[in-house]
């Protein structure tokens, strides 16, 4: 972890995930390594491989799996599609997370 607490590493940099075969599995590491809630949704084709469960259960979590097929194309584009300033409650913190 970085100083302040509970800001994010780089995690494309980070040498503790090296061993993600792929971007998702990267992006699954940094969400179990940062999550403050106990349960992380993992939206993919394929399950994560077994060493994630091992991972999230040494953590205190839980990796819910939700199969990429099972979503509408809607569903989709608002999973990835996400913006910072989602709500005008959150524009008085966007300056804590914007340079």
Known sequence: MTLPPRRMYDVWQDA????????SERLLLASLDYSIHRHVVYVASRPPR???????SRLGRTIIYI???????VSL???????????YDKRQIAKDYLW
């Open 16 to 23: 503790d995930y090296e061993f993600a075969e792929s971007k």
């Open 50 to 56: 077994s060493i994630f469960k091992t991972i999230a």
């Open 67 to 73: 199969p990429i097929g099972q979503l509408s194309p």
């Open 77 to 87: 584009k608002k999973i990835r599609v996400v913006h910072v300033l989602d709500g």
